[in-house]
């Protein structure tokens, strides 16, 4: 059974720190994994694709990578911003199904 | 493009009443989810669509029903509302196995 996890469950950091979060799954066999950002409230937005043969995607300050013999993936923020207070999902694709991990809720303090 | 449209935004029923869920698409995408999060968890598959006229189960799909007639629309029909079905629900859709998923805003329903 694909099973995703994600820890901390919350992060509280101060503006302009780099961070990590942390992404773990089960299925060594996962086609892609992708990270999304949801807003209190709102909709998921979808922010980096890895697909199985990379290793890294890259968008602004945003950077995920893709261990798959280690079962784990990470989102790096650069020079986080009070804008990027969001809970943040990693999700497995498997055959045909996206799991999803419960999110890590990020908060930037000013 | 308006992307993945939901509606209703809200809605409250009643224990035993029914309702359609309505998701629609216009971006000719193939494949269309359904999702449920409750409050503080992630996401839960319900059921998904990877084309007209197919249709899977997710993780939880007991008390919902889909079908999917055109490549447009995946609607999502519960049929006796129980307390149980108190969640925000989400429909998704994207072009291919390889590609991103984009999200609707989600329908939060309440049943009292």
């Known amino acids: 059974k694909q099973e995703v996890t994600q820890i901390p469950a919350a992060l509280s950091v101060p503006e302009g720190e780099n961070l990590v979060l942390n992404c773990s799954f089960t299925d060594s066999a996962i086609y892609n994994l992708q990270w999304f950002r949801q807003d209190p409230g709102k909709g998921l937005t979808s922010l980096l694709l890895i697909q199985s043969s990379q290793r890294e995607q890259t968008s602004g300050r945003l950077n995920a990578s893709l261990d798959k013999s280690s079962g784990r993936s990470t989102l790096y923020i650069a020079a986080s911003q009070p804008g990027d207070s969001a809970t943040y999902l990693c999700?497995?694709?498997?055959?045909?199904?996206?799991?999803f991990g419960q999110g890590t809720r990020l908060t930037i303090n000013p | 493009n308006a992307g993945v449209t939901q509606t209703p935004k809200f809605r409250i029923l009643k224990i035993g009443q029914s309702m359609t869920l309505q998701c629609t698409q216009d971006m000719n995408h193939n494949y269309m989810y359904w999702y449920r999060q409750d409050p503080g968890m992630g996401l839960k598959l319900i059921y998904y669509?990877?084309?007209?006229?197919?249709?899977d189960k997710g993780e939880v799909p007991n008390g919902y029903n889909v079908s999917r007639s055109t490549t447009e629309d995946f609607p999502l029909r519960l049929e006796l509302a129980a307390p149980s079905q108190t969640s925000v629900y989400f429909c998704?859709?994207?072009?291919?196995?390889?590609?991103?998923?984009?999200f609707g805003s989600g329908t939060q329903l309440s049943v009292l």
């Open positions: 669509s990877v084309g007209a006229g197919i249709t």
């Open positions: 999700a497995e694709w498997g055959a045909q199904k996206l799991v």
């Open positions: 998704a859709s994207k072009r291919g196995s390889d590609e991103k998923l984009f």
